[in-house]
């Protein structure tokens, strides 16, 4: 470079830089399946680069992939079941970028239709409890079983499959026992599937700093004595998104965690100091909470307790390590005291008054002067 003229040297970067930006442009991308994928620089209004079905995309996680995925231009086919439910993901893409379609999780034709387009599908469906119409054998098993296989059948190029911690089919909890069928499942059917265990996830929608926060948290059976690793929902559908861009990714099994563990009591009291409540919890013998919950399961048709919520209270998490981790995405995960703020400030009450804390010390320093406005 030393010795080429002034004005070569001048333009040398600049020739160098654009067909940089063209090379990006034009990529051309083969995927395992041999299906030609143009990489673009990406943007609301492009046209993105994958086709994604995300079943599940109305719970908690849902949004935070679908949001990503939509958002950089890419096609995202939701199936759902409820009109109302999977209203405000359309904002999430440009016009005509996230396609709904209804399906049903017992009718493979409607599975078939939802995959059939895509490269890649990410299965988020799950059940916290059984419903009158779904066991949680037949969500987490025969769900999953039939989406694999739709997905096997259309040579789907990439599927990930959500989980849960402590995910194993010797498990005293249905939940998890069936979540590690499910996966042994899938396996079988698409060997090539990336298997996604999160820890319990907090955030906007999440049933853990919200259920503390509120009242209807009365009951426990353990004394809040379960300890996890609790994860932020953001940084799982971040997780998400990277597993999509790298192929290394395909076969593998995830566990993502945060960086510290807690007990539920913990977390309570950092819930409780955040909003200046004194939550109470009434702890209730095993033999006397499990079958309540079981039968206000079955009779409430909505969700308070169930019978295997109260097993799982006595069971704390336990982390695979042969699994990778965030950090093998390159991801450093956040701690959940400082996002306690963020997620339950609505639930102080209105007689405080509270600048927002600009910096963590401030957070601490400020939380010693609580000014009372009438
Ligand atoms: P949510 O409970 O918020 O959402 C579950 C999704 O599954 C919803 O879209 C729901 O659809 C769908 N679904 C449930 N049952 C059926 C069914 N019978 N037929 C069709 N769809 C069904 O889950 P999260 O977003 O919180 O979690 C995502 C995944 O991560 C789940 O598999 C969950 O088990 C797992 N997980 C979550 C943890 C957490 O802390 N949240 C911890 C560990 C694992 P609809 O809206 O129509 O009901």
Redesign the pocket.
């Known amino acids: 470079m030393a010795s080429l003229p002034t004005a070569v040297r001048s333009t040398a970067p600049k020739i160098a830089r654009s067909a940089l930006q063209r090379r990006a442009i034009s990529d051309v991308h083969i995927t395992r399946t041999g299906k030609p994928l143009v990489r673009t620089q990406g943007g609301r209004s492009s046209l993105g680069e994958h086709t994604a079905t995300v079943?599940?995309?109305?719970?908690?996680?849902?949004r935070y992939i679908v949001n990503r995925l939509a958002r950089q231009g890419c096609t995202v086919i939701v199936p759902?079941?409820?009109e109302m439910?999977k209203r405000h993901l359309k904002l999430t893409g440009d016009l005509g970028r996230v396609v709904f379609t209804e399906f049903?999780?017992r009718n493979t034709q409607s599975i078939e239709e939802s995959v059939r387009h895509s490269d890649v599908v990410y299965n988020?469906?799950?059940?916290?409890y059984p419903t009158k119409n779904?066991s949680l054998e037949?969500?987490h098993i025969e769900?999953a079983e039939r989406i694999a296989e739709a997905v096997a059948k259309y040579d789907v190029d990439r599927f990930i499959h959500?989980?849960?911690?402590n995910a194993n089919p010797d498990s005293t909890s249905e939940f998890f026992a069936t979540?590690g069928y499910a996966e042994r499942v899938v396996r079988e059917i698409f060997p090539e599937t990336t298997i996604v265990r999160?820890?319990?996830?907090f955030g906007f929608?999440?049933?853990?700093l919200l259920k503390l926060a509120s009242v209807t948290n009365l009951f426990t059976a353990n004394n809040m004595q379960e300890r996890y690793w609790p994860v932020h929902v953001i940084d799982v559908g971040e997780a998400l998104e990277k597993m999509l861009f790298d192929d290394n990714t395909a076969s593998q099994t995830f566990e993502l965690y945060g960086p510290r563990n807690y007990s539920t009591a913990e977390i309570a009291e950092l819930v409780d100091r955040e909003i200046y409540k004194k939550r109470r919890h009434i702890n209730v013998p095993k033999a006397i909470l499990k079958p309540t919950a079981g039968l206000l399961n079955r009779v409430l048709w909505w969700d308070i307790m169930s019978a295997d919520e109260v097993e799982r209270e006595f069971i704390d998490q336990v982390i695979d390590p042969s699994a990778k981790t965030f950090k093998d995405l390159g991801m450093e995960p956040s701690d959940i005291s400082k996002w306690t703020y963020h997620y339950l400030k609505g639930f102080r009450s209105s007689t405080f008054y509270d600048l927002p804390p600009a910096t963590e010390k401030e957070m601490r320093e400020e939380k010693k002067y609580i000014h009372v406005l009438d």
């Open positions: 079943f599940g995309a109305t719970g908690q996680l849902g759902y079941r409820e439910a049903d999780l988020l469906i799950g059940r916290n779904f037949d969500v769900g959500v989980s849960s911690y979540k999160p820890a319990p996830m929608e999440d049933k853990l």
